[in-house]
């Protein structure tokens, strides 16, 4: 019973180190590299919805002129 133990905790070590189970991405290269590519440009727009999430891309309603601001 003890061997079996071992054994069974040894496989679930090494299935652990190994990685994922199932692979994120396709076997066949033309898949994969497509798929690959839509994970990048993804990752490349997020830097876009983080500044529309947090409304850094409106526009600015300052004046582009320094001014006075009092009376003179």
């Known amino acids: 019973m003890r061997k079996l ?9 090494l299935a652990a ?3 994922c189970l199932t692979p994120i ?5 033309t898949r994969r590299t497509q798929q690959l590519m839509n994970t990048s ?4 727009m997020l830097l876009e919805d983080w500044e529309r999430i ?4 409106q526009p600015s309603h300052m004046s582009p ?8």
């Open 5 to 13: 133990l071992l054994t069974v905790l040894a496989g679930m070590s």
């Open 17 to 19: 180190s190994t990685g």
């Open 25 to 29: 991405y396709s076997g066949d290269p």
């Open 41 to 44: 440009e993804n990752l490349r």
């Open 54 to 57: 947090w409304l850094l891309d």
């Open 65 to 72: 002129h320094r001014t006075h601001g009092g009376i003179i």
